[in-house]
């Protein structure tokens, strides 16, 4: 009869395993972009706005065009950190080097800022992979904001960072007539000395010049 029972037992441990999926196998994955810093934010800048629709104390603060677009512009970043990869790219097509922002170097690991500064030349791209952050604008240089939907053509003045989202390819460009900073994409975000674990010092554009590229590049491949 013992044996009997015992055979009765492991006979239905058996067909659990065989039959009852394992419940680790309906656990769903976490996304990969769930974790990113620039994902959660952007969620939560959307969620608001989204919520500013149904809101007359809050929408009162845009014109229906300003937060369609708004809107629109923060739905294609999320889509882009979403279904992009998960690293940005930055060429230089400004015809003077562009300090660009990077991964800390390893003998730069004790550093207390969460990138680094890197010069890349004219007519340069980034290397594939290497995920650059944003773009330093020099103290006497003056680039567009495409950010702010309401104001497109905002200009900006330098000693400040531009950070661009994953996923995207930002290629900055002068302006043949007035010599501005343009980007291709509207910027993720603007950071003045202070508002960011950022290097954001106070130089010039002759003081980028003299320095000699060292941004990894998909030319020097």
């Not at 999926?21 to 959660?40: E, F, G, H, L, Q």
């Not at 989204?50 to 369609?68: G, M």
């Not at 939907?149 to 930002?170: E, H, Y």
């Amino acid at each position: 009869m013992k044996i009997f029972k015992f055979v009765l037992v492991l006979l239905v441990m058996v067909a659990n395993l065989v039959f009852v999926p394992p419940s680790w196998a309906d656990a769903p994955k976490t996304p990969r972009y769930a974790s990113n810093p620039d994902y959660i934010e952007v969620s939560e800048a959307l969620n608001t706005l989204k919520a500013a629709k149904d809101s007359p104390d809050t929408a009162q603060n845009y014109t229906p065009e300003e937060l369609r677009k708004k809107i629109a512009q923060l739905e294609f970043q999320k889509y882009t950190l979403e279904t992009g990869k998960p690293w940005g790219q930055c060429r230089n097509e400004t015809g003077k080097t562009l300090a660009v922002y990077g991964p800390k170097r390893k003998k730069a690991a004790e550093s207390s800022y969460e990138n680094a500064l890197y010069f890349l030349a004219d007519g340069q791209t980034t290397e594939h992979k290497w995920d650059c952050d944003g773009i330093y604008l020099p103290s006497d240089v003056n680039a567009t904001d495409l950010r702010s939907a309401d104001q497109p053509s905002q200009q900006l003045t330098g000693g400040l960072a531009v950070k661009i989202v994953d996923g995207t390819q930002v290629v900055a460009r002068a302006n043949p007539d007035t010599a501005a900073v343009e980007f291709n994409v509207p910027t993720a975000k603007i950071f003045q000395p202070g508002d960011a674990n950022w290097f954001v010092p106070d130089v010039t554009q002759a003081y980028i010049d003299s320095q000699l590229p060292n941004a990894p590049t998909e030319e020097n491949d």
